[in-house]
């Protein structure tokens, strides 16, 4: 059997997040699994697996989410390229289709990803974009974020600011840059790092605009990431402003 | 009473276009005027009226639509800006607003109209724009199509390139400049001139695709502008890709 690696650009907006669900078909994995078990003449209950890289949350985006499938077929990857994004809905794309080695994991194999969290804040309102923006009511401060996410790099426990309460597995996760850039009335956070811990991204984003907006400390940032503390943290920002931009191989 | 020189944009999807129609309640037009009636605590059938620049069709976007409206308030531009920007839907939004001079018609002192088609070729698809773009099946010929659009440019009858058979009024019309571009997957088709009829930049632009694709001759065109029939012009593409970009005075 062969193994695929797809690269996938998809809106969020109307689905419950990568990540199959019980007796729910609105998931992204399901739609793919669901697409290439019909490309592939396989009998419903018997789809190809799709392991992605990452599982985005409900709400969340992607630029480029990678996942891997085993599968056989005399189509070349330009064809399988074409038949799904002829057949996939309008808001999932494919953007590159290629075999891999038979031993490639896009999740275990991972050494990087990259995740943008895109806010705005202006006079008026992001019209075109407001699916993947969220909207502040005030400026907050770029220079006292800045200070605070100087903080959070590095190899640390994340536990503070990890949304699964019941996680067994390390919470320990290495954070290589967090830039954060302002461009007319949006503004970016762009997080890279060996991994994410669920809503992680949304809470370091929460937190440090919390900084933003004068109501915690930049340098109250290590005394939080010690405490190991969930409820200590920011709010969890809404996920439409979320999108993962890349995976690291 | 004063008054304001309104500058919007929107999200053309899912209203029947700019215009007011009978017994329907989602056009723009109809949006913003019920907003002022209420900003201006004006009882249900007596609200202000709004002119706009143009008539965008259903499923149009804009840009920067203009508009004027006379209206007493003791409010600031500023004011009235934000109390639009909260109260309109979350695909309207206000990018402008100032006081003009009493005499100012956003329809009949507008000197020039610009506006944009947006097509795309290519082996994926535009997931995050796919509400704004055309996705062509095949690569046009873009020399071709500039070529075709020359003959164009200049003060002609355009009754071919007209969608309103009933039409009364004159068809001549003053097109100044015609650009076709392309950026990676996207191509875009940008109009300027002194006004343009009904469906017009939908017709020209469905035109010049026929040519793009081999299907009539670029040299055809002169002949087309004379013939002044509209069934020998091009198909009408759909509305999702055209956007008005800017109204000069």
Redesign the interface.
């Known amino acids: 059997m062969k193994n695929y690696k797809i690269t996938l ?3 969020g907006t109307r689905y419950l997040g990568w990540e199959h669900q019980p007796g729910k078909d609105n998931t992204i994995q399901g739609k793919v699994e669901t697409l290439l078990g019909r490309m592939l003449d396989r009998p419903e209950g018997d789809v190809p697996k799709v392991i992605g890289a990452g599982r985005t949350d409900a709400g969340v ?1 992607a630029a480029a989410m990678v996942c891997n499938v085993h599968m056989e077929t005399a189509m070349t990857p ?1 064809e399988i ?2 038949y799904m ?1 002829t057949y996939l809905p ?6 590159d289709v290629r075999e891999a080695s038979e031993r490639f994991h896009s999740r275990y194999n991972a050494v990087g990803k990259t995740y943008r969290y895109t806010c705005w804040y202006g ?8 699916r ?1 923006i969220y909207v502040l009511d005030s400026q907050p401060d770029l220079d006292a974020m800045r200070k605070a996410a100087a903080h959070l790099i590095g190899t640390h426990d994340f536990k503070s600011f990890c949304g699964n309460p019941k996680m067994k597995k390390s919470t320990v996760r290495r954070v290589d840059s967090i830039e954060i850039e302002q461009k007319g009335e949006r503004i970016t956070f762009t997080y890279h790092g060996s991994g994410f811990l669920q809503y992680m991204v949304r809470i370091l984003t929460g937190t440090l605009l919390e900084v933003g907006f004068g109501k915690r400390e930049a340098d109250s940032i290590p005394a939080l990431i010690a405490a190991e503390n969930r409820t200590l943290a920011g709010y969890t920002v809404p996920p439409k402003g979320l999108c993962m931009m890349r995976v690291d191989y």
């Open positions: 650009q998809y809106d985006h330009e390229m074409t994004n309008d808001d999932i794309g494919v953007t006079a008026c309102k992001p019209v075109f974009d407001r993947y």
